[in-house]
T-cell receptor, first 115, second 113 residues
């Protein structure tokens, strides 16, 4: 069964802290994504990675960085957390290649609160 | 800019009733359209996918339609159940090997007993 696992369901951090959100997939997918989801705004792409050590900025990369040292793991880093980064963070993975679909499989999400 | 617009933003219906959610898109060139269901506090899960040549596709009580000419899709839910309460997200992908799909903002459906 397909599985994308995010390390924490709920996280509370203080302003200025460095925050790590971890995501692991067991499907040998090339692509991995980090989104944030806010009420009324839908899912917005922060960063994605199409291969190990490769990363591309999404729509809202400011204040975030990512790391992909192994194919199965994609980490989102908040270098200095701010209150406006309070949100639901969703990780996803997908295959690359022709054909329709390239379905994205999502993790359960991490609800981050920055106080 | 490529966009995906969903309506209504929210919907409340009684258990057992039918409902239809709408998705209009301007993403081009079009490859496929997918509907996701997202339960509260969970990640989205794929319901259906439709390509350019498909008009209708069903998954149990969920039926998706696609009109590629008018760039519109709908998701029809028949005989709604309490477990249908969720956010439904329309996602459109371009051709050309793009890794990045375009997400709508979702329709929040509440089914009351």
């Amino acid at each position: 069964d397909v599985k994308v696992t995010q390390s924490s369901r709920y996280l509370v951090k203080r302003t200025g802290e460095k925050v790590f959100l971890e995501c692991v997939q067991d499907m040998d997918h090339e692509n991995m994504f980090w989104y944030r989801q806010d009420p009324g705004l839908g899912l917005r792409l922060i960063y994605f990675s199409y291969d190990v050590k490769m990363k591309e900025k999404g729509d809202i990369p400011e204040g975030y960085s990512v790391s992909r040292e192994k194919k199965e793991r994609f980490s989102l880093i908040l270098e200095s957390a701010s209150t406006n980064q309070t949100s639901m963070y969703l990780c996803a993975s997908s295959l690359t290649g022709p054909g329709f679909g390239n379905i994205q499989y999502f993790g359960a999400g991490t609800r981050l609160s920055v106080l | 800019k490529n966009q995906v617009e969903q309506s209504p933003q929210s919907l409340i219906i009684l258990e057992g009733k039918n409902c239809t959610l709408q998705c209009n898109y301007t993403v081009s060139p079009f490859s496929n359209l997918r509907w996701y269901k997202q339960d509260t506090g969970r990640g989205p899960v794929s319901l259906t996918i439709m390509t350019f040549s498909e008009n209708t596709k069903s998954n149990g009580r969920y039926t998706a339609t696609l009109d590629a000419d008018t760039k519109q899709s709908s998701l029809h839910i028949t005989a709604s159940q309490l477990s249908d309460s969720a956010s439904y997200i329309c996602v459109v992908r371009k051709t050309g090997g793009s890794y990045i799909p375009t997400f709508g903002r979702g329709t929040s459906l509440i089914v009351h007993p």
